[in-house]
Structure formats: C-alpha cells, structure tokens
C-alpha cells in the first residue's frame, strides 16, 4: 500500500544519477526533505548542489534513480509539470526579465495571472523595495533587489516547496539579514525549502536539516544545529569552520 503523502518527506531522492553530455555529475544521490522547515544543501564548490537542484526541476533529466514529491513519482516529468505540482524554483543567476517592470514580473510569476492583494501586501512588508520600484523597470534594481525580486516571484502563490540556488550570493552584509528574516518568516508557513548556501550564518540561522554533498554524493544528513556545533565535522566535510563565517 502506498505511503500517505502527509506522512513522509515532502521530497525524496533515491540513487540519483545525472549525467551531462560525457560527465557523470551526481552518483547516486540520496536525500529527503521533511515537510516544513528549511533544508540547507551544503558542499564545496563542484559538488553537485545546482545540479542536484535542476535535475529535480527536470531541467537536466536524471538518467537513473527516483525523484518523489509529495508522494508522487515526477522522475522524468517535465519542468512545466513540476512547477505546476507545487514546486518554485529560484536559480543562482536571479530570474529576472530586466525590460518588464517589477509588477510585470510578478504578475508573470503568479499562474492565474492575477496577485491576490493580501498576499501580494505581504510580499512588500518582506521586500518593502518592490513596492517603491513597482512600475519601474526590473533591469534598474540593485543586484540584491533584484535577489528579493527573484524570490518574491516564487513566493507569489502559495507553494508546497521552495527551491532556491544560493540567494545571499554577492549581496552585502545588510541584504543577506534582511534575506535571514525573510525565511525566518518563511519557515512559518506551510511550504518546504530545500536551500542551497555558501553563507554559513545564513544557512546556521535559518536550516532546521542539513545534507552535505561532496563529488556527486550526499556524504551526511542530520540536524543543522549539530553541524554548526561540531566545528570538526564542519572542517572534515566542508574544509572549513562556521566560526569564522560568523
């Protein structure tokens, strides 16, 4: 008999591999995202996060193993589809259409077309910059603006899951806080993350779980706390200490 969705992790990898052209990127990787909460995928830099992150979008298709979410089988579906079954994505180069407004923008993200007021009201209270630069065009933010707009377009409508490619990457100290809130509050809904993060006061103040990843494996799953505690695991997996990213 099959699972109840409710019952398990909202997202299950099973022996992932990818291969891009001749590369062999991910050896059967394995991971589960509990339902609600924040899940910090971690690694050097090469690992396989960003592909891990678009093989489950279906933008590179694994070539063996089984995606799951919310107890469906969506191996081999395509992007369309996984979006439409509950899942935003928001990649590392920040989706943006530069020559539309930021209202424009949001609107495209939003399926239906249209914002509801309420949710679009709490949009701006987490990026009260989208509202000053509402009718200007998107290509004239700021690079962290631009990271809020990006992120604001995946929160649009609610989601079951929020997959998100490195969102403090370049931004200043200031930004990156304003980001931690951000998913702080996040967390208090009812979507999932799967967060990938090089900031490491990022991802020990909003992770809940952690997978580490190292040459196309998941080499450790536990507690995030427990990692940003034990500064020894931390420079055995990823060759360096959260203290010093404080």
Do not use: C
């Not at 996060?49 to 799951?68: D, H, P, Q, Y």
């Not at 701006?124 to 004239?140: D, E, I, N, S």
């Amino acid at each position: 008999m099959r699972e109840s969705p409710t019952a398990g992790p909202i997202l299950r990898l099973r022996d992932v591999q990818t291969h891009i052209g001749p590369y062999h990127i991910l050896h059967g990787v394995s991971i589960d995202v509990p339902r609600g909460g924040v899940t910090m995928l971690l690694g050097r830099n090469g690992a396989g996060k960003t592909t891990t992150l678009r093989t489950i979008m279906g933008l590179w298709r694994a070539s063996a193993g089984a995606v799951e979410f919310d107890g469906a089988d969506i191996t081999g579906h395509g992007t369309p589809a996984i979006a439409q079954a509950g899942i935003a994505y928001v990649p590392e180069n920040m989706s943006v259409f530069s020559d539309l407004t930021v209202a424009e923008n949001m609107r495209l993200a939003a399926r239906s077309g249209a914002i509801d007021a309420r949710r679009l009201d709490w949009v701006f209270r987490m990026f009260p910059a989208l509202k000053t630069f509402w009718h200007q065009r998107a290509g004239v933010l700021s690079g962290g603006q631009k990271q809020m707009l990006s992120v604001a377009r995946a929160i649009v409508e609610p989601r079951k899951l929020l997959i998100v490619d490195e969102p403090t990457k370049g931004l200043a100290p200031a930004i990156i806080q304003n980001m931690i809130a951000v998913f702080r509050e996040l967390k208090q809904t009812e979507v999932s993350i799967l967060l990938v993060e090089q900031n490491f006061h990022m991802a020990k103040s909003v992770g809940d779980t952690v997978a580490v990843m190292d040459d196309g494996r998941i080499v450790h799953a536990g507690d995030m706390a427990a990692l940003a505690w034990d500064e020894a695991l931390q420079q055995r997996l990823l060759g360096l200490s959260l203290a010093a990213h404080q």
